[in-house]
């Protein structure tokens, strides 16, 4: 399967402070790449579709002035989390989809962020 | 909301038996069912699917079948293996080239030598 990279794996940052968590497709150009978040005993929730080139499509509920995405090349995007607060701790996972219409996404081992 | 719902968190099994991990959802617009399996400290990895206009998929060991009428899914592991331990998770998606993955919470499964 497709090598998804995730950096840093593991994040722990003062409230107010911002993080930016990099997620790289190692294998393919990912025309398209998504952001989740996965809370305690909660499933994976989408937050937002990152597409090369044009902004990110934020998922209802998800602010797009606190959760930065930029896909700025085929390999590479950043999500960033402006001004974290201690319910912003979570654990944030991109994956990446080689061409619209397939369905396999391929997932990154995600990053634990921590804000005390 | 939860619309994809795995209500059992953990599952033992010996190994040589079969595994069956169950899924429920309530959105009747799912087309396209996955399955995922998690290794700790690492990302989902894509494990089998099944469209909605079969009932049943099969791939080696792991078998998906999906039983639209009661919105119920269910992967088959046979025969369990203890490298298949791991947490798995069934996803659901809403109509064809959708971004959107509808996750349950996964299930552990430990697969007992």
């Known amino acids: 399967g497709a090598v998804v990279s995730q950096h840093p794996s593991w994040v722990i940052c003062k409230s107010g402070t911002s993080v930016k968590i990099e997620c790289r497709s190692l294998?393919?150009?990912?025309?398209?790449m998504f952001w989740y978040r996965q809370f305690p005993k909660q499933s994976l929730m989408l937050m937002a579709t990152?597409?090369?080139?044009?902004?990110?499509?934020?998922e209802q509920g998800v602010e797009k002035d606190k959760f930065l995405i930029n896909h700025a090349s085929l390999t590479l995007s950043t999500l960033t989390v402006t001004s974290a607060h201690p319910e912003d701790s979570s654990f944030y996972i991109c994956s990446s989809r080689r061409e619209r219409g397939t369905d396999t996404q391929y997932f990154g081992p995600g990053t634990r962020l921590t804000v005390l | 909301d939860q619309q994809v719902k795995q209500n059992s968190p953990s599952l033992s099994v010996q190994e040589g038996r079969i595994s069956i991990l169950n899924c429920d959802y309530t959105?009747?617009?799912?087309?396209?069912f996955l399955w995922y399996k998690k290794y700790p400290a690492e990302g989902p990895t894509f494990l089998i699917s099944?469209?909605?206009?079969?009932d049943k998929n099969e791939d080696g060991r792991f078998t998906v079948f999906l039983n639209k009428s009661a919105k119920h899914l269910s992967l088959h592991i046979v025969p369990s293996q203890p490298g298949d331990s791991a947490v798995y998770f069934c996803?659901?998606?809403?109509?064809?080239?959708?971004?959107?993955?509808?996750f349950g919470t996964g299930t552990r499964l430990t697969v007992i030598p």
């Open positions: 990152s597409n090369e080139g044009s902004k990110a499509t934020y």
């Open positions: 294998d393919f150009q990912a025309t398209t």
């Open positions: 959105n009747s617009m799912f087309d396209y």
């Open positions: 099944i469209s909605s206009i079969k």
């Open positions: 996803a659901a998606r809403r109509q064809t080239g959708a971004n959107n993955l509808f």
